[in-house]
């Protein structure tokens, strides 16, 4: 009986995995704080739309570090297992997967050539959960009836 492929991709992949969703859960946070510091009281003031639409790209750069942030570890952990030789390779691969491109990568060794699929499994899901919390702090921030 062969050893199941993707067995040691799956326990290696456990680390990166745990450390986006607690990254991006302190993002999402930061932007739930921010929200209750700063959205909260432009909706009980008449505030202009420019301040919403500030207000608004601030919680998108606060997003977008949080996927930055998930790219990193994962790009470390390509370099840690030594499946890549450099930070600009780990970087450009982690990139591309997180964000599900995943054109014209490098290819990983062949044991290892699907840990790719469980980082754009987790960056679908990061970015899924991204959406949701812009969609409601949106949602809130235009809001006709407040």
């Known amino acids: 009986m062969s050893e199941f492929e993707y067995g040691r991709q799956i326990l290696a992949a456990l680390i990166p ?25 432009m909706l009980r003031r008449s505030h202009n739309a420019g301040a919403r639409t ?36 780990a970087m450009f691969y982690s990139m591309q997967y997180y964000t599900t491109l995943g054109a014209n990568v490098h290819k990983l060794p062949d044991p290892w050539e699907g840990f790719g699929g469980f980082e754009a499994m987790t960056g679908m899901l990061m970015f899924g959960w991204s959406t949701a919390v812009l969609a409601l702090v949106g949602q809130k921030m235009h809001s006709i009836d407040d």
Do not use: N, Y
């Open 17 to 41: 995995i745990a450390l986006t969703v607690v990254v991006h859960g302190l993002g999402m946070d930061l932007v739930r704080l921010s929200f209750e510091r700063f959205g909260k009281p």
């Open 54 to 89: 500030a207000f608004m790209i601030g919680v998108v750069g606060i997003m977008i570090l949080s996927h930055f942030c998930a790219i990193v570890i994962w790009a470390l952990t390509l370099l840690s297992l030594g499946l890549l030789s450099g930070i600009e390779q």
